[in-house]
């Protein structure tokens, strides 16, 4: 993936949450019940609840090629968006 790519992605939604940190914490935060097709993808995120699995716009991000997206503290300061790559060049 284009580190320009992810670096707007990142850098937009950090813009959003200052905008508005209550909504976007939420919107993230959101479980939406998904499908077995969704929950056994090999790149997705989800959460297995019993017979239920479960996504987040987190999970999603989280899914995209060697980037790990989470919400972070640092200095006591809240960042939105924090983004590490792994694997890969």
């Known amino acids: 993936m284009e580190n320009n790519l ?3 992605i990142v850098s937009y939604l950090n813009e959003l949450y200052e905008a ?3 909504a976007i914490k939420e919107l993230i935060s959101i479980q939406v019940k998904c499908n077995d097709v969704f929950a056994n ?3 997705l995120l ?3 609840d019993g017979e239920d699995s479960y996504v987040t716009l ?3 991000l989280n899914g995209i ?3 790990d997206c989470s919400i ?3 200095s006591g300061e809240e960042v939105f968006f924090v983004v590490k790559k792994f694997g890969g060049n």
């Open 20 to 22: 508005d940190p209550v």
């Open 65 to 67: 090629k060697e980037v």
């Open 6 to 8: 992810v670096e707007s």
């Open 72 to 74: 972070a503290r640092t």
């Open 41 to 43: 993808h090999p790149r």
């Open 46 to 48: 989800t959460r297995k």
């Open 58 to 60: 987190l999970g999603i």
